[in-house]
T-cell receptor, first 115, second 115 residues
């Protein structure tokens, strides 16, 4: 049973345009959500997070939106750059039932930003 | 500040053997978590240690075990290796557990191949 789903295995975007990566979850106990970026042969790198008490969090070119009623979150990258090409993982945790460091990951979306 | 360090980077073992993987967290981080990444299952939580105690455990068989030392360094052991244990094993650390969420910072992983 996949509790965190990233339904798009890949996404191709032109440099300078917006990249939108989507993530759905099923467990209503999740209260903390994160996005990680992963290059080949490296570990995941933390990008941005959002608590369930918020619906938006921004950090430079990266913005995460959370829609709790739809159990959906998205990561917007504006403008997209070739260096953003990587696999993006959505992750969630349930602070009071699963533990803050027990992250449930989605399968990942491979983003390709082309010139 | 040095990141999470995992050794060795690559390991080849035979079925039935056992293996020990090592992780040094970021200085000052007291929580260490382990994840398994496989192409078919994505990133899956193994266990988390804090102050030398296992605080959380995922759904893996008892062949997978770990420990944490007083300097927060952690080791993970897999006994009686099976072919399906071939994976990238990722260690992650986070700042002192205060009950609030903080992002996990991952190492580059140990690639284990079981033949």
């Amino acid at each position: 049973d996949q509790q965190v789903k990233q339904n798009s295995p890949s996404l191709s975007v032109q440099e300078g345009r917006i990249s939108i990566l989507n993530c759905d979850y099923t467990n209503s106990m999740f209260d903390y959500f994160l996005w990680y970026k992963k290059y080949p042969a490296e570990g995941p790198t933390f990008l941005i997070s959002i608590s369930s008490i918020k619906d938006k969090n921004e950090d430079g070119r990266f913005t995460v939106f959370l829609n709790k009623s739809a159990k959906h979150l998205s990561l917007h990258i504006v403008p997209s750059q070739p260096g953003d090409s990587a696999v993006y993982f959505c992750a969630a945790s349930a602070t009071f039932s699963g533990g803050y460091n027990k992250l449930i990951f989605g399968a990942g979306t491979r983003l390709a930003v082309h010139p | 500040k040095a990141g999470v360090t995992q050794t060795p980077r690559y390991l080849i073992k035979t079925r039935g053997q056992q293996v020990t993987l090592s992780c040094s967290p970021i200085s000052g981080h007291r929580s260490v978590s382990w994840y398994q990444q496989t192409p078919g299952q994505g990133l899956q939580f193994l266990f988390e240690y804090f102050s030398e105690t296992q605080r959380n455990k995922g759904n893996f068989p008892g062949r997978f075990s770990g420990r944490q030392f007083s300097n927060s360094r952690s080791e993970m052991n897999v006994s009686t290796l099976e072919l399906g244990d071939s994976a990238l094993y990722l260690c992650a650390s986070s700042r002192p557990g205060t009950g609030t969420n903080s992002p996990l910072h991952f190492g580059n992983g140990t690639r284990l191949t079981v033949t």
